[in-house]
């Protein structure tokens, strides 16, 4: 090769040499990057799934399962009452408790039908008539450990709210935890005891979702979107 033709390809050659070199400096250190953001982003936020988090889906919420009857073996959302009563977890907590239909529903008086039944257990009232607080306090005169208050009114506005449940402002308190439960959940629990004669269900609660993915958390085929679409409202009574 001439010494014209050497002047020019060696040029060529190491030009294209440093280009390739260079491209792989920069797509080398962008994998880096990438691999480094993944692993820290994995270290404090577990369990993603298409951007959702469980700890987001979790957000303060508590979790139980229906171990018994078989057809409402799911995981159900509560929403604690804000600034009233004990906690899930601590004032009351159980893997085999009973979540026990109060008779009358809407526990705003202390004498139900069913006192024996809810007593040490978990009362499932039904919302309206009286407060809140008012609820939680007959159904801990009564010896029951704690209450979940649901919606049985399909044709109310926020019928598919979660309602965060407020004191009313009275000089009274009570130390059992309580729960709201999304109407279609209570409705349901309600209809299949009811259909299938028996006095409660089977619960374990609370359950620690915060390890498992959010598409492997077993809920109730009619709420397709409880743990996602579950709005706000906030009251003492309704």
């Known amino acids: 090769m ?13 030009r294209i040499w440093r280009w390739k070199a260079g491209l792989h400096f920069v797509v080398s250190t962008f994998c880096w990057f990438t691999l480094i953001s993944f692993v820290w982003c994995g270290a404090n936020n577990l369990h993603m799934n298409d951007g959702v988090r469980t700890q987001d889906i979790i957000a303060g919420d508590v979790f139980f399962e229906i171990l018994e009857p078989s057809a409402l073996e799911y995981t159900y959302r509560l929403r604690p009452a804000k600034d009233f009563g004990g906690t899930f ?23 139900f039908e069913n006192a024996d039944e809810l007593e040490g257990n978990i009362a499932l009232v039904e919302r309206g008539h009286c407060s809140f607080l008012t609820k939680a306090i007959n159904v801990e005169a009564i010896g029951g450990a704690a209450i979940i208050v649901t919606e049985y009114d399909t044709e109310i506005d926020d019928f598919d709210y979660y309602i965060e449940m407020v004191h009313d402002n009275t000089d ?15 409705i349901i629990i309600r209809q299949t005891l009811k259909k299938m004669n028996l006095p409660y269900a089977i619960v374990n609660i609370p359950v620690n979702l915060t ?3 959010p598409h492997m958390i077993n809920q109730p085929p009619w709420l397709p979107c409880m743990l ?8 003492a009574c309704r």
């Open 172 to 186: 009274r308190d009570t130390d059992i935890p309580a729960g709201f439960l999304h109407g279609k959940n209570g």
């Open 211 to 213: 390890f498992i993915q």
């Open 89 to 111: 977890g601590i004032s009351y907590k159980s893997p085999q408790g009973k979540l026990v239909p109060a008779i009358p529903a809407d526990a705003c008086s202390a004498k």
């Open 228 to 235: 996602w679409c579950g709005g706000i409202l906030q009251g």
């Open 2 to 14: 001439t010494r014209h033709a050497l002047s020019v390809v060696v040029p060529q050659v190491l």
